[in-house]
């Protein structure tokens, strides 16, 4: 397995795996023990990095995680996060942001006994909270960092600004953003700040939430419980007309005996191959997919690659907001 280096000494493997599928947003779930398997099977194809977070499942999606890498401990990274409160009308629901430094100590302590592990390998603040000074929230992490409690410090979907704020307080490892060829905002501020700090890059959904691996249509039927339900760009209309960059990927797979979505995962790979570098994190429940995803490694897109299919996806007009407005408005802060 190639490995990459998130900031300037975090190694994972070149390809992580996203989790929250297996108990998050994603309904269906799969059962508990196949997902164990499916966890453990990864670590085998030499997958060492590992995303969840307490507001999956909620709390089930750390307690899956950490049983079934217990037996690799040493061996694998694990990204979690903390920055949500349980709605107090319904414990189940996560609705109201809180990252105040006493919670984040709490959601710590609670983070490493679900993990099963001794520290935090990478905590992120999973949304900007605009109560708190992200000083203070760069501040708490580097007390549990001088603790013992985490070892590196991340971002999700933060602004410049409150990147370069929080850096300077605590170094940032990692920003996870989503990013691909369904999203490619990150490329107008973002990632030029990340080279210039040396702050690794973790796109969430590369493959646009399902989208860019050629297995959903216009005519896919999305249980009432499936997050994509709700949001504007997976409406049948938008599915129809973004089938066009889907209709590209195949097409330059065949040339390359690739899926889309190895396309897809080969062209965010070679965006920023060296340190600090992006690793995607694709999830998955099922082995087939794992497997494909992983192919995506087994070649290389060469700048003439990349130029031609930017050239050809700047051509279409992609349908549809990636978020309702009430979600929208916590990215980007």
């Known amino acids: 397995m ?16 996203g989790c929250m599928g297996m108990s998050f947003s994603y309904a269906p779930f799969p059962d508990k023990k196949d997902m164990i398997a499916l966890l453990r099977t990864a670590v085998e194809r030499g997958v060492t990095f590992f995303d969840t977070a307490e507001v999956y499942g909620p709390l089930k999606n750390e307690e899956l995680v950490g049983e079934a890498l217990a037996p690799f401990r040493g061996q694998v990274v694990i990204a979690t996060k903390f920055g949500w409160e349980a709605n107090p009308d319904d414990g189940n629901k996560w609705s109201a942001l809180n990252s105040r430094p006493e919670h984040i100590g709490q959601v710590a302590e609670a983070s490493l006994r679900r993990l099963r592990v001794e ?7 999973h949304r900007v909270d605009l109560e ?8 708490t992490v580097k007390e549990l960092i001088a603790e013992g409690k985490v070892k590196h410090f991340g971002l999700s979907e933060a602004g410049a600004q409150t990147i370069r704020r929080a850096h ?22 973002i990632l030029p700040l990340l080279d210039e700090l040396g702050i690794g890059f973790v796109p969430f959904s590369p493959l646009g939430r399902g989208f ?22 997976f409406s049948e209309e938008n599915r129809k007309a973004n089938q066009a960059l889907v209709d590209l990927l195949t097409n330059f797979g065949a ?30 429940t099922k082995l087939d997919r794992l497997d494909e995803n992983l192919g995506a490694l087994d070649f290389e897109l060469t700048p003439e690659d990349l130029d031609a299919i930017e050239t050809a996806s700047s051509h279409i007009e992609l349908k549809g907001a990636r978020y309702p407005e009430s979600l929208e408005k916590l990215a980007g802060r």
Do not use: C, H, N
């Open 2 to 17: 190639q490995k990459r280096t998130l900031g300037k000494k975090l190694e994972v493997s070149a390809l992580g795996l």
């Open 168 to 189: 300077a307080v605590q170094p940032v490892t990692a920003l996870q953003s989503e990013y691909s060829l369904f999203w490619r905002q990150p490329e107008t501020e």
């Open 119 to 125: 520290a935090l390998d990478l905590f992120y603040q």
């Open 132 to 139: 708190v000074p992200i000083e203070d929230v760069a501040g």
């Open 212 to 233: 860019l691996t050629g297995k959903m249509t216009a005519d896919t039927k999305f249980d009432s419980t499936d997050f994509r339900s709700a949001l504007p760009r």
């Open 255 to 284: 040339q390359k005996k690739a899926t889309p979505a190895q396309i897809a995962l080969a062209w965010l790979l070679a965006k920023k191959p060296k340190t600090p570098s992006i690793v995607p994190i694709p999830g998955t």
